[in-house]
């Protein structure tokens, strides 16, 4: 008889923060000012469809409803990848990123802004990037 372990491959700090992000719903208090934009985050976050974590189980495209019964592998592989940190892989986050950088921060429009999560497996070799 032998031992059977663990099925899921072993998951490292920065998988398991990518992941932990990946499953949380967005903060949307920065969006309080507009009652309009912030109803229609909530909304569509709250989709059977399209809305929530992006690891959920998934929908059928031959059957229309909310039904979500086919197996999703992301998670699995997100826990797969090979992060070699010897080569900069690792879990990057790059906060209020400008969109456009011709846009003015102080106009009637503002500029548009984004937060970036990033799971690099490595940066070994630049050029295929």
């Given at each position: 008889m032998g031992c059977s372990g663990s099925k899921l491959?072993?998951?490292d700090e920065h998988v398991k923060t990518c992941i932990e992000m990946l499953q949380k719903k967005p903060n949307t208090k920065r969006f309080k000012k507009d009652l309009d934009l912030l109803k229609a985050i909530d909304s569509?976050?709250?989709?059977?469809?399209?809305?929530?974590?992006?690891?959920?189980?998934?929908?059928?495209?031959?059957?229309?409803?909310?039904?979500?019964?086919?197996?999703?592998?992301t998670e699995a592989d997100i826990k797969a990848l090979p992060?070699?940190?010897?080569?900069?892989?690792?879990?990057?986050?790059?906060?209020?990123?400008?969109?456009?950088?011709?846009e003015e921060v102080d106009s009637e429009?503002?500029?548009m802004f984004s937060d970036i999560?990033?799971?690099v497996e490595s940066i070994e070799d630049l050029e295929k990037m």
């Open positions: 491959p072993p998951t569509c976050y709250a989709s059977n469809v399209y809305g929530g974590s992006m690891l959920l189980p998934i929908g059928s495209s031959d059957k229309r409803g909310a039904l979500r019964h086919k197996k999703n592998n992060i070699n940190y010897l080569y900069g892989g690792g879990y990057y986050t790059l906060k209020h990123v400008q969109h456009n950088p011709n429009a503002g500029a999560f990033l799971l």
